[in-house]
């Protein structure tokens, strides 16, 4: 069996379109799991123990966020799919005796509950986080200062400017990694853009490109001053920086060395 932290973030089984997809699923599994040993169900039962379970749905949560477009607040969008969760077109009629079925119902899943509400995750929150309110005040009016700070509610008179320093009016603070955020929700974006996800995918990986060019300018400048350009008895008796400064530019050599040191 797989550790939790063998997880990664991109893991999904190739009858699924979304990472997303696959690993709401492992939630729900492991959530499910972890009430039955809490209820004392699995005790005769060859399931892992409830450590284990209880680490891959927190690490499932984890990653979830990660792939959430609003991650601070995914929970919210968690209680909205899982409330979609037990709709009658999603409901299974047979057991789930056979692998085939299992693959079904995923698709089933990600298709009806998670491809149709991954478009506006950061509206659903809202969305849900209003209904909520609303539910909890009943027929209490008067506005609360957590409402304006949470952006449930507006005040024109009293605060006419308070919208324009709402979290939905500023600058995204990474707009690569947000871009990347939502292109891993986006179905079928592997096949669409396969050269912007590969590239996004391994974007740390590249960073680190520009670090070639000095270091491989300066061992070849090295090269070029100690291979074979000074003989043995020589190199016995010389200091490198006799070597190295001879008949060569400093600054030139300084630029190199630095940036060596920079990479």
């Avoid at 509400?117 to 609360?144: P, V």
């Avoid at 949470?150 to 009016?169: G, I, K, R, T």
Wanted: proline share 3%; net charge negative; charged share 25%.
């Amino acid at each position: 069996m797989k550790s939790a932290q063998q997880s990664n973030i991109n893991e999904k089984p190739n009858h699924l379109n979304l990472s997303i997809s696959y690993r709401f699923i492992h939630l729900v599994t492991h959530a499910i799991l972890l009430v039955l040993h809490e209820l004392d169900q699995l005790s005769n039962s060859n399931l892992p123990n409830r450590d284990y379970i209880r680490q891959h749905f927190e690490n499932d949560y984890t990653l979830i966020c990660q792939l959430s477009t609003n991650p601070d607040q995914c929970y919210i969008w968690l209680y909205k799919l899982i409330n979609h969760l037990v709709d009658s077109n999603i409901q299974q009629d047979s057991s789930l005796d056979h692998n085939q079925k299992v693959i079904e119902f995923e698709k089933c899943i990600e298709d009806k509950l998670i491809i149709p509400h991954i478009g506006s995750i950061i509206n659903e929150i809202r969305e849900y986080r209003l209904a909520y309110n609303k539910f909890f005040k009943q027929d209490n009016n008067e506005l609360t200062l957590q409402e304006l700070i949470d952006e449930l509610a507006v005040d024109e008179e009293q605060y006419p400017l308070l919208s324009l320093f709402h979290m939905s009016n500023t600058h995204i603070a990474n707009s690569i990694d947000s871009f990347y955020a939502k292109l891993r929700v986006t179905p079928n974006a592997e096949k669409a853009y396969p050269m912007t996800m590969l590239f996004l995918k391994r974007s740390e990986d590249y960073a680190n490109i520009r670090y070639l060019h000095p270091i491989i300018t300066f061992v070849n400048y090295l090269s070029q001053k100690f291979n074979y350009r000074i003989t043995r008895k020589d190199a016995e008796k010389k200091m490198i920086q006799e070597v190295l400064f001879k008949d060569s530019d400093k600054t030139t050599e300084l630029k190199l060395y630095n940036d060596f040191i920079e990479a």
